[in-house]
């Protein structure tokens, strides 16, 4: 039996813009499709209203994530990226706000409860702080931790680290220590790369020629030779055991087995 749904199987993206931005044209800044998406940036002091109109006048009913980015070269280097969902539509958009460190965003609790937690990861993630969420604690980082891993500028190995002290049984938090002398790596960037060649560079250059013959200048090079055929005609090993001459003769082959029970 044949289910019908009302959520259209492929959803499209045409006219949508359109009439989204018009509805929350008091806000926009800017929409445009990108990769199949419909991304729509708005001012940040009226997120959660754009996502309120979005919700209930546009049928995008549900809050699937709460992402951040940082651009440190920005202003304002933070972006926090709503992803909504339409069910009966069975489509998405996304919409963006900008945002910096001391600056408030608007939380969005009071129109999907997941956001608590949502928001709790970007603000543990990346610092961003959201105005009026009820539980705004870290939620993936360890109590006391300094910092905001997803940081462009956080260092790749942290503030602190963690060791089981013997002396004290317990977990001990100390300050990073690079115990290697002269940690200089950079020559293995992928960013910046070496200023010499790496092992597998020369793969880089194209494919090689193997129309023309590859040829020696004279014989010795190629290892062939009255020398090369006298050494692989001396046996590198001794032989085994059975190939050694006894002057006796080999036994004979023995009897055949029987096919009842050896018998």
Not at 157 to 174: A, C, D, Q
Not at 203 to 208: E, H, M, Y
Not at 219 to 235: H, L
Request: charged residues 30%.
């Amino acid at each position: 039996m044949a289910v019908l749904h009302s959520a259209p199987k492929y959803a499209s993206n045409e006219g949508v813009i359109e009439v989204l931005s018009e509805s929350i044209s008091v806000w926009l800044i800017e929409a445009h499709e990108a990769h199949g998406e419909l991304i729509f940036r708005v001012q940040r002091d009226a997120v959660a209203r754009v996502l309120e109109i979005l919700r209930d006048d546009h049928a995008y009913q549900q809050l699937m994530e709460i992402a951040g980015a940082d651009y440190p070269s920005r202003p304002e280097r933070f972006e926090v990226v709503y992803m909504l969902q339409s069910l009966t539509k069975n489509h998405r958009v996304m919409v963006k706000c900008s945002a910096s460190e001391d600056t408030l965003v608007p939380t969005v609790t009071t129109l999907w409860p997941n956001a608590g937690w949502l928001e709790r990861e970007v603000f543990d993630m990346f610092g961003v702080t959201f105005a009026g969420n009820p539980d705004l604690r870290r939620i993936l980082t360890d109590y006391g931790f300094e910092g905001h891993p997803f940081r462009k500028d956080f260092p790749m190995t942290g503030y602190t680290e963690l060791r089981y002290s013997e002396e004290e049984k317990r977990v001990v938090y100390e300050p990073v220590e690079l115990a290697q002398e002269m940690r200089s790596f950079d020559f293995l960037s992928p960013w910046e790369g070496a200023d010499y060649e790496l092992p597998g560079d020369e793969k880089s250059r194209g494919a090689p020629n193997v129309a023309d013959p590859k040829t020696t200048e004279k014989p010795a090079d190629t290892g062939d030779g009255a020398k090369a055929d006298a050494a692989a005609s001396k046996p590198v090993s001794p032989g085994s055991p059975d190939q050694k001459d006894t002057g006796k003769d080999a036994p004979p082959a023995p009897e055949p087995t029987a096919k009842e029970g050896g018998r």
